[in-house]
């Protein structure tokens, strides 16, 4: 009993929770990013965000694409793909009870390579720049997933 | 050790798991409107979907984008950008051992605004009401993880 | 106290976590799957990622739409929308104490059609295969949302 107990309480999950809620607050920049984009570049997807336009023409003219908007967006849907995989199997990774170096280093290895990631991607760094940062992140996760299903198989 | 307990089994925790449940279903909801929409006005994402149609000629032309369907599809993809970082943030929240009533606080405020974020969405109400409902949820959000990264930081 | 402590250390809890890590590398998947199309079909979303044209007039080119990479990104984006609720709720689901078997059950059920999901959805196989992968699915989400709500309602 005192086994589980220590392993929820344990440094491992406080540093999943910190690491995590770092990762999740950096993907939520990505909303703020898009809106600011959006509104300094008067980008919209909706008529009704319109509202600084005086004409209803003008208004309609407003409602388009733009590839520095579309590029934020496609970095966003990145994050979400990659940080909910991490975060689910992060959390059933800490509770296995992994040492806590090693645990240290997946998170640490898997956040990086996400602000790696954006900044590559945002900034359209040369390949493979982006490639490198994704595929780090990815081997991270399925790393800890390997530890999940090794040690607490059960179908 | 009876803390750590006390934590994972305490009101907050049984709080937290109504108000993510609740959320979640709710977004859950966005898939069925999609279809309904979909089903409705005959506009689909992919040739195998259109079997109402007798010709292949017919069938092609019904693969196609509408506004509506967008509109949903849009306010979908924001509650996923805002719903997954609520789930992990509060349940991380839920175990600093916050007190009751701010955890409702919390709770309550960002369900209510993500509730009023798809009303203001899929009715294409005025801004600034979409706007205000997606800023006040991403600040319960926010003052969440603001708690977990104060009391269990671990770098 | 006991109780709550075999919640976590069950063999419920130990499903629950083989279960979605393996539905969440079967979603992961779904990146690779589209950069594998995306390279052998030379279609690409950023002029950066064009690296073996030479000219620039060539790479501009390659940044282009497909149907089949678009497939495989709709079916990702599906896998997203119904993956995490499954997550999110599996796991509020194995802390109320379920039966093992009707826990069983529910996750045999649903990682089961999401991976006929995604078979359908990438060979396009006639509906209504899809559809009712994608509803069953669901389902199994929503049975586990009402046990956590009938269990643990704490509004």
New interface residues.
């Given amino acids: 009993?005192?086994e589980?107990?220590h392993m929820?309480?344990s440094?491992v999950f406080?540093?999943f929770?910190?690491y995590?809620?770092?990762v999740?607050?950096k993907?939520?920049l990505?909303?703020i990013m898009t809106s600011y984009y959006r509104l300094t570049k008067q980008v919209f997807?909706?008529?009704?965000?319109t509202?600084l336009a005086k004409t209803t023409e003008d208004r309609k003219k407003l409602v388009r694409s733009d590839p520095d908007v579309e590029?934020v967006r496609?970095c966003?849907q990145n994050d979400?793909?990659?940080i909910?995989?991490f975060?689910?199997?992060g959390l059933?990774y800490s509770?296995t009870g992994p040492d806590l170096s090693s645990a240290l280093l997946h998170f640490r290895v898997f956040v990086g390579s996400r602000f790696i990631h954006t900044v590559t991607y945002v900034m359209?760094?040369?390949?493979p720049s982006?490639a490198l940062s994704f595929g780090v992140g990815?081997c991270a996760?399925?790393s800890m997933?390997y530890r999940?299903?090794t040690t607490?198989?059960?179908?």
């Avoid at 997807?45 to 965000?49: C, G, P, T, V």
């Avoid at 607490?152 to 179908?155: E, K, Q, R, V």
């Fill in positions: 009993m005192a589980v107990v929820i309480d440094e406080l540093a929770s910190t995590a809620t770092i999740i607050l993907m939520m990505m909303s997807a909706n008529i009704e965000d509202t590029r496609r966003h979400l793909e990659n909910v995989p975060v689910v199997i059933l509770l359209a760094l040369p390949q982006r990815l996760t399925v997933a999940v299903l607490s198989l059960f179908l």
